[in-house]
């Protein structure tokens, strides 16, 4: 029987291990209208898995429940192994008509590419892309629903602190710096600072412009992976006030920044950049040689929204990594269209009703 030990032991040696596929992942959905189904494929050495979510979506005003199933960051396998692929493609796709589910969703973490598209350090992976070919002639579909990331940025932690300053962007070396002159000071926080991390996520949310869940869903996240030993909060101070923090998590020998918030204080002294490089050292003491720098932008220039972002996690010496996004098999159309028709709706409604709810929260 499968447990959170057996699980993530088997998970973490696959090809591209998820945090998104740890056990601890499931827990946490679960806690929110999903249910996790944990499946293995282990034939002759040839192993993968997927941590397949479930969910009953319930349309307002239609009186329908449409059953869904997403995986997240998965399945988890050598995608070079066709036979292997196809096995667990398929398989996927028959749980999802036993479970009578309108479609199943996967984001795989399946590298396109390496670098900036169109640069000299433009790096594609011509296996990836023949993945992604058959799985159009197999009936698959690119979602227009978007979960996480398509792209996002990683730095190689292998090798000296001196090897990772080497590969920064100078003004970001610089900002470290001028972080510490300035008196910045960073440290592990504990589990019952959680809510202070809450608070400066809102404020960053206002600020700028993005939508956050309630703060239960976040503590319940961070708690999790805090008391499984997979995560911590570094929070960065001046003079005892606290500015920043970001909640760092490792898995598999990956760390990853999921969450990060500041306040609108002492900003000019640079908090975010110690923050960052304190992590990287974090990372490197959890035994991670890679840490993930969580999301970068669809289309590489100043018109996408996340540019100055990826700016900033561009200077701290990452290199991006190009995934296909999230892929839909409708198992059953009719249902799928008008899921897909009333779903954007819906969001932009609980998008506005987010914003709202968490800037009430900030200034009232």
Not at 82 to 105: N, S
Not at 125 to 135: F, G, I, K
Request: aromatic share 10%; hydrophobic share 40%; proline share 6%.
């Amino acid at each position: 029987m499968l447990d959170a030990e057996r699980w993530n032991a088997f998970v973490s040696e696959l090809p591209g291990a998820h945090l998104l596929q740890s056990w601890q992942w499931g827990q946490v959905k679960s806690a929110h209208g999903w249910t996790p189904i944990p499946r293995i494929w282990d034939t002759d050495g040839r192993r993968a898995a997927a941590l397949v979510l479930e969910r009953t979506v319930r349309p307002a005003g239609l009186p329908l429940a449409l059953r869904v199933l997403y995986v997240p960051r998965g399945p988890l396998l050598d995608w070079s192994d066709a036979d292997l692929r196809r096995t667990v493609l398929e398989d996927m796709i028959d749980l999802a008509r036993q479970r009578r589910a309108i479609f199943i969703k996967m984001d795989p973490e399946l590298v396109l590419g390496a670098g900036v598209p169109g640069s000299p350090d433009d790096c594609p992976n011509p296996q990836a892309a023949e993945v992604t070919e058959e799985l159009t002639r197999r009936g698959w579909r690119i979602s227009d629903e978007q979960i996480q990331f398509r792209n996002t940025v990683q730095i190689d932690l292998r090798g000296e602190e001196a090897d990772w300053l080497a590969r920064m962007k100078q003004k970001t070396r610089y900002n470290i710096r001028l972080a510490e002159r300035k008196g910045v000071a960073v440290r592990i926080a504990e589990e019952k600072e959680l809510p202070l991390f809450y608070r400066m996520y809102a404020e960053t949310a206002v600020r700028d412009g993005f939508v956050i869940r309630p703060e239960e869903y976040y503590l319940g996240v961070w708690r999790t992976f805090m008391q499984a030993g997979m995560a911590q909060p570094l929070l960065a101070e001046v003079e005892g006030e606290p500015v920043a923090g970001l909640v760092l998590f490792w898995f598999a020998g990956r760390a990853w920044y999921l969450y990060g918030m500041s306040r609108d204080v002492h900003r000019e002294k640079m908090p975010n950049y110690l923050l960052q490089w304190e992590a990287m050292r974090l990372a490197k003491a959890q035994g991670c040689q890679m840490y993930d720098l969580w999301g970068a932008p669809d289309r590489f220039d100043e018109s996408d929204s996340m540019w100055g972002v990826f700016r900033f996690k561009e200077g701290l010496g990452g290199t991006v990594a190009r995934t296909p996004g999230a892929w839909d098999f409708p198992t059953r159309p009719v249902l799928y269209t008008l899921y897909t028709r009333i779903l954007p709706r819906l969001l932009d409604l609980m998008r506005r009703r987010g914003q709202e709810r968490i800037r009430q929260e900030v200034t009232g």
